[in-house]
């Protein structure tokens, strides 16, 4: 069974340029995360799929950052425009449908903005 | 508001020694759940095991055993008999309520030959 796939793995942009993360999560998980690394710091949960809909965007830091998951399947994540406190490690994560499951995640984006 | 607290940054062992990575979480949910992820150099998060608030059994798996206390509101990870390829940073969290983690900031094991 293949796992979390994200593209691209890394990502250099220049400050107001947009960037489109791409997220596959595993096969028949309801559930999609979207987390970050900024440099230094901890994984910030930004926000949370069942399915097509958007459960909690709570973390999702301002509106320069529009998430989508069409269908309910893989799921993108813009920024636009980007900034320099954009630069880190985004992770995507997928969970079957309920409460309890375990989050399996991919190998993350690293973003670079310039 | 939910906290996950891993004190150790770094950790330097020498193989074969035994190392236990701290975690200590804060939550007012009275059911949530625990997790350790690790994280080799290749940067993807790894699942390793998951616990629930209302089971405080211990478990064990190979050279891994975690270490759950409520009263304490810790949980730890040990790894007995270190070896070069547990080098990684290894990452406690938490879910309450919600469905999202809160993670720790991660420990940074190195294993030297």
Not at chain 1, 27 to 50: A, P, Q, T
Not at chain 1, 70 to 84: F, I, M, N, R, W
Request: glycine share 8%; proline share 4%; with cysteine.
């Amino acid at each position: 069974e293949a796992g979390v796939t994200q593209f691209p793995s890394h990502s250099v942009i220049e400050k107001g340029q947009t960037v489109t993360l791409r997220c596959d999560p595993i096969s028949g998980h309801d559930n999609l995360y979207w987390y970050r690394r900024v440099m230094g710091k901890e994984i910030k949960f930004l926000l949370h799929f069942v399915k097509e809909s958007k459960q909690d965007e709570s973390g999702m830091p301002n509106n320069r950052f529009l998430a989508e998951r069409t269908g309910g399947t893989y799921s993108t994540l813009k920024v636009q425009p980007a900034e320099l406190e954009d630069s880190g490690v985004y992770f995507c994560a997928s969970s079957q449908a309920g409460g309890a499951y375990e989050q399996y995640f991919g190998p993350g984006t690293r973003l670079t903005v310039t | 508001a939910q906290k996950v607290t891993q004190a150790q940054t770094e950790i330097s062992v020498v193989e074969k020694e035994d190392v236990t990575l701290d975690c200590v979480y804060e939550t007012r949910d009275t059911t949530y759940y625990l997790f350790w992820y690790k994280q080799p150099p290749s940067g993807e998060l790894v699942f390793l095991i998951r616990r629930n608030s209302f089971d405080e059994q211990n478990e064990i798996s190979g050279r891994y055993s975690w270490n759950f206390q409520k009263s304490t509101s810790s949980f730890n990870f040990t790894i007995t008999a270190s070896q070069v390829v547990d080098s990684a940073v290894y990452f406690c969290a938490l879910r309450g309520s919600a469905r999202q983690l809160t993670f720790g900031s991660g420990t940074q094991l190195t294993v030297l030959p």
